[in-house]
C-alpha cells in the first residue's frame, strides 16, 4: 500500500461527512433538522425541515459526495479492494461524521452515490426495488431497507466480486441498523407515510 492510498481512503470518509442537509436547511430555511421530525440530517427529514427544495438539493449532494469520492478513487486506480474501501468510507463518512461528533445520516443517498460511477448496474437494480417498495407501501424507510439487502443478492447473482459483496453487505447491515427507530415504528403502525411527509414539505415552502 502506497501513501496515496490511505490518503484517498480518508478523503473518502472527510468527503462523505459533509452534512449537506443540515448545512442547506441552515443556510437555507434556517431551521436545524436535528430539531424537527425523525431528527435526521438527511434528505427526507431536510424535506420535512425546510421544504422539498431543501429535500431535493440535500439528496443530489448527498448523492454526489458519495460518487465524488468514488470517482477521484477510480481516477488513481483500478484496484477493486481499494475502490470499495474508498466506497465504504465516504458511506460511513455520512453515518458518523466527524464533523457532528459521528452522529449523521442513514446513509441511502450516499449509498446510491458511491455505486453509481462503480457498480451502475446494482445502483440501477437499488433504486428499482426502492422505487417498487415505495410505491406499494408508502414508507420510504421500508423502501430504502429492501433497496439496501437488494445489494447483496444482486451481487451474487450477477457475478460481482468478493470486496464488491462484503462492501454491499456493509452497506445493508449498516443502513438497517440505521433505521432502527424507523422499523420500530413500522412495527407499532406509527411511521409517517409519504404522503405525510409531503404535507410537511408543503407546509415549510409555504
Known amino acids: 500500500m502506497n501513501l496515496s492510498e490511505p490518503a484517498l481512503i480518508a478523503a473518502a ?15 437555507l430555511a434556517k431551521r ?13 427529514n431536510a424535506m420535512r425541515t425546510g421544504g422539498k427544495t431543501v429535500g ?7 448523492i454526489g459526495k458519495g460518487s ?13 479492494w481499494l475502490i470499495a474501501s474508498v466506497a465504504i468510507a465516504a458511506f460511513l463518512g455520512h453515518i458518523f461524521p466527524v464533523y457532528l461528533r459521528f452522529r449523521g445520516g442513514k446513509g441511502v443517498a450516499t449509498m446510491f452515490g458511491v455505486l453509481l460511477p462503480w457498480q451502475p ?3 440501477v437494480i437499488a433504486f428499482a426495488i426502492w422505487l417498487v417498495a415505495l410505491k406499494a407501501s408508502h414508507y420510504v ?10 445489494l447483496p443478492v444482486a451481487s451474487l447473482l450477477t457475478g460481482q466480486d468478493t470486496v464488491t459483496l462484503l462492501a454491499c453487505l456493509v452497506f ?11 422499523i420500530r415504528r413500522l412495527r407499532a403502525g406509527t411511521e409517517p407515510r409519504t404522503d405525510e411527509d409531503i404535507a410537511a414539505a408543503r407546509e415549510q415552502s409555504s
Open 68 to 80: 465524488l469520492a468514488v470517482a477521484l478513487a477510480m481516477a488513481f486506480s483500478n484496484a477493486s
Open 13 to 27: 470518509y472527510l468527503i462523505g461527512g459533509i452534512p449537506f442537509g443540515l448545512l442547506l436547511s441552515k443556510g
Open 121 to 123: 448496474w446494482l445502483a
Open 56 to 62: 431535493l438539493l440535500t439528496l443530489l449532494a448527498d
Open 141 to 150: 424507510s421500508l423502501a430504502s431497507i429492501l433497496a439496501g439487502w437488494s
Open 32 to 44: 436545524d433538522p436535528r430539531e424537527f421530525g425523525s431528527g435526521n440530517i438527511g434528505a427526507t
Open 172 to 182: 445493508a447491515t449498516l443502513m438497517t441498523q440505521r433505521h432502527h427507530d424507523n
